[in-house]
């Protein structure tokens, strides 16, 4: 059954099968922060979703899925037109996947299984008939996925809440942040290796491709998505994509 999710908060945990799925398209929605007490793959089919945690944000370009845990708070946000499809895993079920939050490459064969299981209907009998053979592949191909370094650990030092509050725009050279934050170059430089595992500069360009993927998989052509990143030209932009991700945009996209 498929199922499209009004703007209100979904809470899964009001039903009791093993198994919820949603087969959704959204536009422009944000879930605010929340947590349920079941585990959640959230796979997004066309466009690009952000995921905000406590520790970190990661991004599900087209054929990327999230894996978040039970109990972990998190904020979903959709731009423009979002296909995705989400399953609920109870309790249970859980132990049996990954025990913290991941972002994962969907194979195919994760890709075909998904989409019968959040087709189904809410009271199904995920005993019966090809149902548990769905969900042991499913939950098979969720653990062996192969990991995707779409994410951005944030730091949780007082000084950086400016950077912070808006991660849509590209953040400032190390010497301007300094300035801004009222802090030396040093210190940032020694906040951000201790609370993040990287150099300022690593996190800076961590950031950059990140936003590139989500700004590209919105529909923003190359030139708009160099322009907007601070990049001097469309091959340099090219160049820094295929040096971080080891091929280019377009390919990636496909």
């Given amino acids: 059954m498929a199922w499209l999710e009004p703007q209100a908060q979904f809470d899964p945990d009001r ?19 929340h947590r349920h007490r079941r585990g959640q793959l959230l796979y997004t089919r066309q466009g690009c979703t952000r995921i905000t945690l406590a520790d970190r944000v990661c991004l599900l370009p087209p054929s990327r899925a999230a894996w ?19 399953l609920y895993f109870c309790p249970e079920l859980s132990p049996q996947l990954p025990g913290e939050v991941a972002v994962i490459e969907v194979s195919p064969l994760l890709r075909a299984v998904l989409e019968p299981m ?5 009271d199904c009998d995920w005993s019966q008939g090809r149902y548990p053979h769905l969900l042991g592949l499913c939950i098979e191909e969720i653990r062996l996925a192969l990991r995707q370094p779409l994410s951005l650990p944030l730091p949780r030092d007082k000084r ?3 950077l912070l509050a808006d991660l849509q725009s590209l953040p400032p050279p190390l010497h301007v942040l300094a300035t801004r934050v009222g802090a030396s170059s040093r210190t940032i430089g020694r906040i ?23 700004l590209l998989a919105t529909g923003r052509s190359i030139g ?5 990143l601070g990049f001097a030209s469309d091959s340099i932009f090219i160049a ?5 991700t080891g091929t280019t945009p377009r390919a990636y996209l496909r």
């Fill in 15 to 33: 039903f009791s099968a093993p198994l919820i799925g949603i087969a959704a398209t959204l536009g422009d929605h944000d879930s605010g922060l």
């Fill in 160 to 162: 950086l809440q400016p």
């Fill in 118 to 122: 959040a087709q189904a209907a809410f």
């Fill in 68 to 86: 978040i845990p039970a109990g972990v708070t998190h904020r979903a946000q959709m731009q423009q037109s979002v296909d995705y499809r989400s």
């Fill in 224 to 228: 708009y998505t160099a322009f907007e």
């Fill in 240 to 244: 820094f994509f295929k040096a971080m």
């Fill in 192 to 214: 951000f290796q201790r609370e993040t595992g990287l150099s300022y500069q690593q996190w800076r360009q961590q950031w950059r491709l990140m936003r590139a993927i989500e």
